[in-house]
């Protein structure tokens, strides 16, 4: 055999099985596995969309507590007599309040929402603070609140 002939030969082989490769799969070969992974599990689904939101924390007693006091002491700088009484209250009442919102904006966080298509059409949210290794068309399997990637 030819040496010319001999690369071909190789180049040819090697280009067969890479374009067979898993990795390296069509499009069409990716729906077919999907749609074969669906049919054969019960609690599976179609990944629809993926993006993250910002959760509002929870507010404390920290958070009232804290802001009343500071609100306290500045509303009795005010005034004198029944009104300095009555600034102090106000102070501690506002304070208190805004106390408690710092709190909820410290404490927020941020999830990944997943939209998932299950088999009978329903569409089903699932969050999680890491980011997920799925994205749109991934099939996953529902595992109780959480998903696992399939």
């Excluded at 069409?28 to 629809?48: E, I, K, M, P, Y």
């Excluded at 929870?58 to 005010?78: D, E, M």
């Excluded at 997943?114 to 749109?136: L, N």
Aim: net charge positive; with cysteine.
């Amino acid at each position: 055999m030819s040496r010319p002939l001999l690369i071909a030969a190789l180049l040819a082989c090697t280009c067969t099985a890479f374009a067979q490769s898993p990795e390296h799969s069509s499009p069409s070969a990716d729906n077919a596995r999907h749609a074969a992974a669906l049919r054969a599990c019960g609690d599976c689904g179609t990944v629809q969309g993926v993006h993250q939101e910002k959760r509002k924390g929870s507010g404390g007693a920290v958070g009232v507590v804290g802001g009343a006091v500071v609100g306290g002491l500045l509303g009795n700088q005010i005034g004198g007599g029944t009104g300095k009484t009555l600034a102090t209250v106000g102070g501690a009442v506002a304070g208190g309040y805004a106390g408690n919102e710092v709190q909820k904006h410290v404490t927020s966080k941020n999830v990944w929402v997943t939209k998932v298509r299950m088999k009978d059409g329903s569409i089903h949210s699932f969050e999680q603070e890491a980011k997920p290794s799925w994205a749109a068309g991934s099939v996953v399997r529902v595992e109780g609140h959480t998903l696992r990637k399939l």
